[in-house]
């Protein structure tokens, strides 16, 4: 072939190349869109009352065409906020919605109250929902100076308190409640890391056991163990200290048995 066609034969199938790379890109970018509500935020304070705790929120920030706070409003009453936390947001179009989770360990059972949060996010508002759409009783000892622990991954809340022996798993998707082992002295302790493990542990004697993304229990052990994730430092004074080391092996591994062939 002269060099002449052979540079015309090169030009074009860069082109190809460059029209069908672009628009692989195109969609790479378009893979993550940007959250409505990605440039708003919302705080909570606590106050006390006649009648109990409240919660207070608001939601602040900025929309395209505009800035400042934009909705507020109260949780509550209730007895001692144990725990709080907020769940995976949910979009569809403008609407962004999301669970709050709040446990109220003053008494007993304990409550856990299920708050759906949904925000309306225009060029220049948001208009912002907050309603209570479940209360669960657990099975847990609560009281006026119980400490609450309590940490989530995309299927389940982990919750315990330090009065009594268990800690339960709540499945998110339908609220159903499973206890998940016995802590002789009470949880001191509820963490998650970043892939979704959850590891509860009883502190003062030196226990602990660890769930895996699915709830199930895949390790537990001797020590005061606990897990950290990468936005919030677990604080460390609030932890019971424990003079009890480890008890199970920290080296060694073993391999997966493979899985049985498939016979016709």
Not at 69 to 77: D, E, H
Not at 147 to 160: H, K, Q
Request: with cysteine; aromatic share 8%.
């Amino acid at each position: 072939m002269p060099h002449f066609f052979k540079t015309l034969a090169f030009r074009a199938v860069f082109a190809l190349a460059l029209i069908a790379l672009v628009p692989r890109q195109a969609r790479s970018s378009s893979a993550l869109p940007t959250a409505p509500d990605s440039t708003l935020y919302t705080t909570y304070a606590l106050s006390s009352s006649d009648t109990g705790t409240i919660v207070s929120w608001a939601v602040c920030g900025s929309t395209q065409q505009s800035e400042g706070c934009y909705a507020a409003g109260n949780l509550g009453p209730f007895v001692v906020v144990g725990a709080m936390l907020e769940g995976n947001p949910s979009v569809k179009g403008n609407v962004v919605s999301r669970a709050i989770y709040i446990v109220d360990s003053g008494g007993s059972p304990v409550k856990l109250y299920v708050y759906e949060k949904t925000d309306t996010v225009t060029s220049s508002d948001d208009t912002v929902s907050v309603t209570l759409t479940h209360t669960v009783d657990l099975s847990l000892t609560g009281g006026s100076t119980a400490l609450c622990s309590m940490a989530a991954n995309n299927n389940f809340l982990f919750i315990g308190t330090n009065q009594g022996d268990q800690a339960l798993s709540i499945r998110k998707s339908n609220l159903k409640v499973t206890e998940v082992g016995v802590y002789a002295l009470g949880v001191g302790s509820i963490t998650a890391d970043q892939y979704g493990y959850i590891t509860v542990t009883e502190t003062e004697l030196g226990s602990f056991s660890v769930f895996n993304p699915n709830g199930e229990s895949v390790e537990d052990g001797g020590g005061a163990d606990f897990m950290l994730g990468t936005t919030q430092a677990v604080p460390i004074n609030t932890l019971l200290q424990t003079d009890s080391k480890r008890t199970h092996p920290i080296r060694g591994h073993r391999l997966k048995p493979s899985p049985e062939p498939n016979v016709n």
